[in-house]
C-alpha cells in the first residue's frame, strides 16, 4: 500500500544533482506523477539509484532535498527517475491531493466509458 496517493501532473522543476557539498547546474524538466513524499519525472541526466538532488518548483521556486530511488527508460526513450522527499512534503506540489481512503473505483468516482443517450440526458438536466 502506498504512503500518499500519486496524482498523474505535468509541472515545470529544476533538477540538480550534488557531489558532496557542491550543487551542480540544474536541468528544467517535468514531473509525470506527484505524492506527498515524490515524483516521477523525465530526466537526461545521468543519476544512480541513491542519489542526491534538489527539486526547484518552477512555478513556486520552492525548493525540496529528495533521492532517486528508481529509474527506467520510458515509452518515448527518455528515462524516468522516481525520486523520494527527504521529508515528505505535502505542499511542495500546491494541489489538493485525494483523501487518504479515496479508490478510483469508489462510489464517488467518476467512471469512464460508453454511456447510453438516456444516461448523457439525465446527466445534463441536472
Known amino acids: 500500500m502506498r504512503r500518499s496517493q500519486r496524482v498523474c501532473l505535468t509541472l515545470g522543476v529544476e533538477v540538480f544533482r550534488h557531489q558532496?557539498?557542491?550543487?551542480?547546474?540544474?536541468?528544467?524538466?517535468?514531473?509525470?506523477?506527484?505524492?506527498?513524499?515524490?515524483?516521477?519525472?523525465?530526466?537526461?541526466?545521468?543519476?544512480?539509484?541513491?542519489?542526491?538532488?534538489?527539486?526547484?518548483?518552477?512555478?513556486?521556486?520552492t525548493e525540496l532535498r529528495c533521492r532517486v530511488v528508481n529509474q527506467a527508460i520510458g515509452p518515448q526513450g527518455v528515462p524516468e527517475v522516481g525520486v523520494e522527499f527527504l521529508k515528505p512534503s505535502?505542499?511542495?506540489?500546491?494541489?489538493?491531493?485525494?483523501?487518504?481512503?479515496?479508490?478510483?473505483r469508489g462510489p464517488e468516482s467518476k467512471t469512464y466509458g460508453p454511456q447510453s443517450a438516456a444516461n448523457t440526458a439525465k446527466a445534463s438536466k441536472e
Do not use: Y
Request: hydrophobic residues 40%; aromatic residues 8%; charged residues 20%.
Open 20 to 61: 558532496g557539498d557542491v550543487r551542480l547546474p540544474g536541468e528544467q524538466t517535468k514531473t509525470l506523477t506527484v505524492s506527498a513524499h515524490g515524483a516521477l519525472l523525465l530526466l537526461n541526466t545521468p543519476v544512480v539509484i541513491g542519489d542526491s538532488l534538489t527539486l526547484r518548483n518552477l512555478t513556486t521556486k
Open 90 to 104: 505535502r505542499n511542495f506540489w500546491h494541489i489538493a491531493f485525494p483523501p487518504e481512503d479515496w479508490s478510483p
